[in-house]
Antibody, heavy 123, light 107 residues
Framework: QVQLVESGGGVVQPGRSLRISCAAS????????MHWVRQAPGRGLEWVAV????????YYADSVKGRFTISRDNSKNTLYLEMNSLRPEDTAVYHC????????????????WGRGTLVTVSS | SYELTQPPSVSVSPGQTARITCSGD??????AYWYQQKSGQAPILVIY???ERPSGIPERFSGSSSGTIVTLTISGVQAEDEADYFC??????????FGGGTKLTVL
C-alpha cells in the first residue's frame, strides 16, 4: 500500500552527524513536497524541514537551520535528512510526511506519515 | 513563539461524544488540522482545513472552528478511537505548529 518507511536512526554522540532516510512506495513520489517532523520523548510534534517536489526549494525550522539539510532522490523515491552538529535536544523520533498537493504552492500540512526512526543524541 | 493549547487528556465512555479543543490566537486566520496517533504507529490525518474529512475517515469524526478555538468531535466513540490527537496550524511565518496533544481514553 501507499507508505513511507524511515530508516537510519540510532545513538550518536553530541557534535557528530547522522543521515536518515525515508523510502516512499506506491505513489508518485516525485510529484509531492515532503517534510520531516520530529517527536521528542514526552514532548509534542515539531516541524523540522520541507523540500519541494523537485528539490529546488527547501525551508527549515529555526532550531535546525544551518545544521540540518533536507534532500531527495526522485529516481530512488527516497527522502533524506542530513543532521550535523547534533545536540541532546535533537533526540526524537523523526517522521517523514507528505504534503498533500502536487503543485508548487505548499499546503503546509501532512496527509501521509511514516512511523518514524529514533535518533538519540547522547554521550 | 506561537503556541497551540490542548487539554492533556479527555475520557469518555463508548458511544458517548468526545470533544477535544485546541486554542490559539491565530486560529481565526489560519486553518487547523487534526491527526490521530495510536501507540507506536504513524499519525493519521483525520480533519483538514478546520472541518474537512479525508476519504476513509469515519463520519463520526468532525471538526469545527469558533474564534480562537477549534474542536475535534468524535460522535459515538468506539474503543478503537483511543489514541493521542494533535492539532496543527501555522505561525506568522507560515511554518507548521502543533499542539501538545490530547490523550483520548475510552473507559
Amino acid at each position: 500500500q501507499v507508505q513511507l518507511v524511515e530508516s537510519g536512526g540510532g545513538v550518536v554522540q553530541p557534535g557528530r552527524s547522522l543521515r536518515i532516510s525515508c523510502a516512499a512506495s506506491r505513489f508518485s513520489f516525485s510529484k509531492y513536497a515532503m517534510h520531516w517532523v520530529r517527536q521528542a520523548p514526552g514532548r509534542g510534534l515539531e516541524w523540522v524541514a520541507v523540500i519541494s517536489y523537485d528539490g529546488s526549494n527547501k525551508y527549515y525550522a529555526d532550531s535546525v537551520k544551518g545544521r540540518f539539510t533536507i534532500s531527495r532522490d526522485n529516481s530512488k523515491n527516497t527522502l533524506y535528512l542530513e543532521m550535523n552538529s547534533l545536540r541532546p535536544e535533537d533526540t526524537a523520533v523523526y517522521h517523514c510526511a507528505r504534503d498533500p498537493v502536487t503543485t508548487r504552492v505548499l499546503a503546509w500540512y501532512f496527509d501521509l506519515w511514516g512511523r518514524g526512526t529514533l535518533v538519540t543524541v547522547s554521550s | 513563539s506561537y503556541e497551540l493549547t490542548q487539554p492533556p487528556s479527555v475520557s469518555v465512555s463508548p458511544g458517548q461524544t468526545a470533544r477535544i479543543t485546541c486554542s490559539g490566537d491565530a486560529l481565526p486566520n489560519q486553518y487547523a488540522y487534526w491527526y490521530q496517533q495510536k501507540s507506536g504507529q504513524a499519525p493519521i490525518l483525520v480533519i483538514y482545513k478546520d472541518s474537512e474529512r479525508p476519504s476513509g475517515i469515519p463520519e463520526r469524526f468532525s471538526g469545527s472552528s469558533s474564534g480562537t478555538i477549534v474542536t475535534l468531535t468524535i460522535s459515538g466513540v468506539q474503543a478503537e478511537d483511543e489514541a493521542d490527537y494533535f492539532c496543527q496550524s501555522a505561525d506568522s511565518s507560515g511554518s507548521p505548529v502543533f499542539g501538545g496533544g490530547t490523550k483520548l481514553t475510552v473507559l
